[in-house]
């Protein structure tokens, strides 16, 4: 690869050497000892290789001129060098800019050129001696200080980049990227403190500078900040520092010109088009959706001035509407969506495109009506009958929806999305067991990790709904084996195992929605009550004073950790003075028969038959006659335990 | 003083020959590497290059050494491609494949014998055949290690579609076991590392996802001219890694996926490296996956068994810049000393690869620039890397293989048929916390341009010092002999079990020398990029004279004393047998 030292050293007797060949037999012209660059084309656009071609061509011609002038030629050189900069022809664009430069040394724009391209192939020194020339050149232009900086940096002469960087805050001390270059000096050189404060301040004067949060993050972690640190880390993203660099932008402006162009190119080309090809290209040649929009409206623009083929008009209205789509601009997505299909019916793809941007807008009569087209032409189209499900879906329209699912069936019989759509519809419409049946084929097919736990899921509930619990309780579980934190399926496990008097298990499960729903309330009571249900009373007792610490106005908590305390089989686990704090607490709170009886209970447990007496006798005489036969039963059981000066029994606790 | 390290310090006081003939080369010894031939190693790897530029042709060539048959010495394992897309005839292909139909994995065994002057003398016999391999899904790489504690290393071979459990059955063959042990993925997997996560005596596996591909979601990507090229990561959605716990005793053989527990589920990710070790020093295993093209993840594992990614916080996401890289191989290591383990990862063009800088609490920094790694690297795209210590003056050196992925300008434009080709490199730590590029001692098969992939470090021949398998995309495998290390004094350790069966991969080792600064390490097979490496632990010693003490941490927390170890020679410390330390 060609590089360039020192040009204006060398430039005479280089320049010199250029004309050796001048009346010695060579081919006419002054300059027959310059090379054309002439990279490999063969696999190129035609776009492409027809520009570059055009501008070696108009080279050649140019360098055949007798009176052809030096810096005339390094024009031509350069901007051959730019396209090939633009097309990302790095060496190419390496040795025209060599060449410029050596025609013309007195002009910095070539050096500064030649050390963008060396600098992005990582030759750093010779980048670093070409950048210095053309500021020798060019004195303090800040887009070269700032090349040269980070160049500087990166090969550890964070000194002489903090120079540069310096310099820039001179000449424009609102320079977002030279706060950023000192920042990245600091932080290279441990000084963290200032690295913070440049950092923070390049925010300052840029906002949107997401790029610098990772910087200012790590700064803030390396002096302790930690706090600081993750808020910036969290921040952190790719819009990065800018600054004016109008050479550098002129080969960004003509890199998109080329890119637009290739696009065009794509989109004409009928037999060697994909959207996502193109899609694709755009996107990441105009940069950013909204960009690629922008070029692609001129683009029409200059296509309609130009009378272009209908054709060609309707595949960019196709592929701006799939960009506004990308956008979120569904209904402007609509009208090129139509346009494109006014000028090309046959365009299947573009009429799929419009149903969905219809049905996304919520068109759905529309959006039907889009995918009957397609399935008119092509009954077998998975993709539009799969769209029309859910669009007659939305329209209530569930037999036809149910007839196109059918018909999927059939013609993607490995489908799990098929499967699972036609399971849910007929979990609607009530048909269960055809609905396990589908959810159980679902699982044969191949299921990606995501949805698996889903499909376990829907079938475990529809299990439990037809009674099958064994089975619905194994589908809970594989759900959960994929997914432990699917808490749906934690709660109705729990709930289940519960149900089925497996009070053990349940309690786990409980446990494990508590941990991962720690704010929760319901958890932890079903977590608690299966513990107390299944018999072990430490860690209920344990479980309820941990839920009242967190919800400390949770009535219901009380009521049951009262009760716990006051009547729990384990004697071990009574304690009564804790349980009529409880309780009295609760009755001032709800008055009611419940908590009176809750606080009887916590008396006699505190051994206070006195107070157990009186409350017990009170709620037994405002008990209306006849409303609940075994409430009195249990409330005259009692009544007789306190009598005989003995606690609440097991069973009143139950 | 050796010869080597006088060596040293008569070429620094002339002040000269430091291109050359570097000081710390005998004067004897030309080459650090020399490239075995003859030996009956003959693996040419095949990628299926059919001219639609499927993404995988391009990222594929990995293998292992590991010890299959239990004689002693590093037999290989060389991880074939197949063809792609609709023609499923290799006839068909750019570059048709230069081994027998049909393309299967092939294993090598190693027959080292001992020459009448006691050199070591290398031979390898292709037995795939009789190992019972047989023809599998698009190959990537290799994890090694006996995972069922039969004292057999067994393999796991990562694929595009269904991954390969491959259970050494102990006479020579083994079993595909995958699905009865339930611990397939069928999407596209390449790195993949045994280690006892949950530190139970049984080997779980980690594999690494790299993109949510298949030929059906192939696309077609292209450069700034509209010429085809290969796709970038960014063309495609990652997929999440998997974890798979060893079900140990419980159900010997069994590994139940707790991908979801563990948290990698969550997270999906473009993973081409995976290594395990125990970065912020608290006594469980962490992993610290690269990413290609997305930012990396430093899966740290909490008391619970669960994981969670600090990469961000931990400065080790991305780089000093805060850009993701195009992270590939990864591997860790101890390169300045200090007893913990640090991160070097390869990367792209345009790139620099990045050495990561352990505070040994798990925080890191980002010193590819002040150790001298950064510029070297960023005209190449890398893959398998290493630490390791070729001249076995106890200081990690690094290895990497490079070649590109898209269409290098200056070879297409010279009509080369395969223009991705570039030539790897050899760094040796100075040992002052900078490198220096000696790949011009390397040796002359550090003159090819190939397009490399995997490299797996180990001591083929047995002689104490770490040679070089190379696997190069759509080209021959070569066997890199280490021709220096030997000269300096070493130390080898296998680190096993109590029933000396199996290596206890994870175990940190430290080497007590009087007067010189301890040396850490740690048993691995895991790093690089799609390769397993030799589990043994090779310690160069340089000039240093006499029996060494050697404090073994094994990965159950139990710590052990050995005294006036033995240099020059493979000692098996079997777990139980040292002085117990507190």
């Known amino acids: ?654 | 003083m050796s010869f080597t390290a006088h060596f040293r310090t008569f070429s620094c006081l002339l002040g000269m020959l430091s291109f050359a003939s570097p000081g710390w080369i005998a004067a004897d010894t030309a080459e650090i590497f020399e490239e075995l031939t003859g030996s009956g190693f003959d693996f040419v790897q095949f990628n299926g290059m059919s001219g639609q530029f499927y993404m995988a042709e391009i990222n594929s060539g990995g293998g292992a050494l590991f010890d299959y048959d239990n004689d002693g010495d590093l037999d290989l394992y060389l991880v074939q491609g197949q063809m792609l897309g609709a023609s499923q005839d290799p006839a068909k292909s750019k570059f048709p494949p230069r081994h027998p139909l049909p393309l299967t994995d092939r294993l090598y065994r190693n027959d080292l014998q001992v020459g009448p002057g006691g050199q070591p003398i290398l031979r390898f016999t292709d037995v795939t055949t009789k190992s019972g391999l047989v023809p599998a899904a698009y190959g990537f790489g290799v994890a090694a290690g006996d995972y069922d504690n039969d004292g057999w290393i067994d393999l796991y071979v990562t694929r595009l579609g269904s991954n390969t459990l491959l259970r050494n059955q102990g006479d020579g063959t083994f079993a595909d076991v995958t699905q009865t042990a339930g611990a397939d993925d069928t999407g596209w997997s390449v790195p993949a590392a045994f280690v006892d996560f949950d530190r139970d005596g049984w080997l779980d596996l980690y594999v690494g996802n790299y993109l949510d591909f298949t030929l059906a979601k192939h696309k077609i990507c292209r450069t700034a001219t509209g010429a085809q090229d290969y796709c970038g990561p960014t063309a495609y959605r990652g997929a999440p890694d998997r974890l798979f716990r060893n079900r140990g005793k419980a159900s010997p053989g069994g590994f139940q996926d707790v991908s979801a527990t563990a948290g990698m589920l969550r997270q999906p990710s473009k993973s081409l490296g995976v290594v395990s070790a125990d970065f912020n020093s608290d006594g469980l295993p962490d992993f610290y996956v690269a990413n290609d093209l997305a930012a990396n993840q430093m899966w740290m594992q909490t008391p619970d068994g669960r994981f969670r990614d600090e990469a961000l916080l931990a400065g080790t996401a991305v780089n000093a810049h805060g850009k993701a890289e195009a992270s590939m191989g990864v591997d860790a290591g101890d390169f300045d000393g200090d007893g913990d383990d640090d991160l070097f990862m390869t990367h792209l063009v345009r790139e620099t690869n990045t050495l990561f800088l352990n505070d040994g609490h798990g925080m890191f920094e980002d010193a590819t620039i002040e150790t001298g790694l950064g510029v070297p690297s960023w005209s190449h795209t890398s893959w398998g890397t290493a630490w390791f210590d070729f001249d076995n003056d106890g200081w990690l050196d690094l290895m990497i293989a490079n070649g590109a992925v898209k269409i290098i300008e200056e070879l297409a434009n010279a009509g080369d048929p395969y223009p991705f080709h570039e030539k790897n490199q050899l760094f040796r730590n100075r040992g002052d916390g900078k490198f220096e590029d000696v790949t011009r001692q390397g040796g002359k098969v550090f003159d090819r341009s190939e397009v490399s992939r995997a490299i797996a470090v180990g001591d083929l021949d047995n002689d104490g010092d770490s040679d070089v398998l190379l696997v190069n995309n759509n080209g021959p495998a070569r066997l890199l002999i280490n021709t220096v290390g030997q000269k300096s004094t070493w130390l080898g350790l296998r680190l096993l079990d109590r029933a000396g069966k199996r290596d206890l991969l994870g175990t940190r080792i430290a080497v007590h020398r009087q007067g010189h600064k301890t040396i850490w390490r740690r048993t691995r097979s895991d790093g690089s990029f799609a390769a397993a490496n030799d589990p043994r632990v090779l310690v160069g010693l340089g000039d240093h004279a006499g029996p060494v003490d050697v404090e073994v941490h094994w990965p159950n927390g139990l710590v052990e004393r050995w005294e006036k170890l033995p240099t020059g020679r493979y000692t098996a410390l079997h777990q139980g047998a040292g002085r117990s330390q507190p």
């Open chain 1, 1 to 654: 690869m060609n590089s360039y030292n020192r040009p204006l050293v060398f430039a005479f007797l280089i320049v010199g050497a250029l004309f050796a060949g001048v009346g010695s037999g060579q081919p006419a012209g002054r300059f027959p000892a310059l090379t054309i660059p002439r990279p490999d084309l063969s696999a190129m656009e035609a776009t492409a290789r027809e520009k570059i071609e055009s501008m070696q061509a108009s080279l050649e011609t140019l360098k055949q001129r007798e009176d052809i002038q030096p810096t005339e030629l390094a024009e031509a050189f350069g901007h051959l060098g730019q396209l090939f900069h633009a097309y990302r022809l790095l060496d190419s664009a390496e040795e025209s800019y060599s060449i410029s430069g050596r025609l013309s040394p007195e002009d910095y724009r070539w050096l500064y050129y030649l050390a963008l391209v060396q600098h992005a192939e990582g030759e750093l020194a010779t980048a670093i001696t070409n950048y210095e020339s053309a500021l020798a050149q060019h004195a303090d232009d800040p887009a070269i200080l700032l090349r040269l900086g980070d160049a500087l940096v990166e090969v550890d002469r964070t000194a002489e980049a903090r120079q540069r960087f310096e310099r820039v805050r001179e000449l424009e001390p609102d320079s977002a990227a030279a706060y950023y270059g000192l920042g990245k000096v600091a932080g290279f050189d441990n000084e963290f403190q200032t690295a913070v404060a440049h950092f923070e301040r390049v925010l300052e004067l840029q906002p949107d500078a997401s790029v610098v949060h990772y910087l200012l993050g790590q700064a803030y972690r390396k002096i302790g900040e930690l706090d600081k640190a993750r808020e910036h880390l969290q921040k952190r993203g790719q819009e990065e520092v800018l600054f004016t660099d109008p050479l550098g932008d002129q080969v960004a402006r003509l890199a998109k010109g080329t890119a637009f162009e290739i696009v065009l190119a794509l989109a004409e080309s009928a037999d060697d088009y994909s959207d996502e090809e193109f899609l694709g290209f755009a996107l990441s040649h105009f940069g950013d959706v909204r960009g690629s929009i922008k070029q692609l409206e001129q683009g029409l623009n200059l296509k309609q001035d130009a009378d272009a083929s209908a054709d060609e008009q309707s595949r960019i209205h196709y592929v701006l509407g799939g960009l506004l789509v990308n956008d979120g601009r569904d209904t402007e997505a609509i009208v090129h969506f139509k346009r494109a299909l006014e000028l090309a019916p046959e365009l299947t793809d573009a009429r799929v495109k419009l149903g969905n941007a219809q049905a996304r807008a919520g068109n759905y009569e529309a959006a039907v009506t889009a995918y009957d087209s397609v399935v008119a032409s092509q009954p077998q189209n998975a993709t539009a009958l799969l769209k029309r499900v859910s669009a007659l879906m939305a329209l209530g329209r569930e037999p036809a929806a149910r007839k196109d699912l059918e018909k999927l069936l059939t013609l993607s019989p490995e489908s799990s999305e098929v499967h699972v759509r036609l399971a849910s519809l007929l979990e609607k419409n009530n048909e269960l067991e055809s609905a396990i049946n589908l959810y159980l084929k679902v699982l044969d097919l191949e299921v990606s990790l995501q949805e698996k736990p889903l499909v376990h899921y829907r079938l475990a509930t529809l299990l439990r709904q037809v009674g099958r619990f064994d089975q619905a309780i194994e589908q809970y579980k594989a759900a959960l084996e994929v997914e432990p934190t699917l808490a749906p399926a934690l709660n109705n496990l729990g709930g289940l195992l519960a149900q089925v008097g497996n009070m053990s298990d349940a309690a786990k499960v409980f446990g494990a929605l508590v941990r991962l729903a720690p704010e929760q309330l319901q958890p932890r009571l079903a977590e608690s009550t299966a513990l107390i249900l299944s018999g072990q009373y430490a860690a209920a007792t344990t479980r309820l004073e941990e839920a009242l610490a967190k919800f400390p106005d949770e009535l219901p908590i009380k009521d049951i950790l009262a009760r716990h305390l006051a009547a729990a089989p384990d004697q071990a686990v009574r304690n009564g003075s804790r349980a009529v704090e409880l309780a009295l607490d609760l009755f001032d709170n709800v008055p009611s028969p419940e908590s009176a009886e809750t606080l009887a209970m916590a008396y006699a447990e505190a051994g206070r038959f006195e107070d157990a007496l009186k409350w017990q006798r009170q709620l037994i005489a405002e008990l209306v006659p006849d409303s609940d036969p075994e409430l009195a039963k249990r409330l005259a059981a009692n009544l007789t335990l306190y009598e005989r000066g003995e606690p609440c029994c097991a069973e009143a606790e139950n």
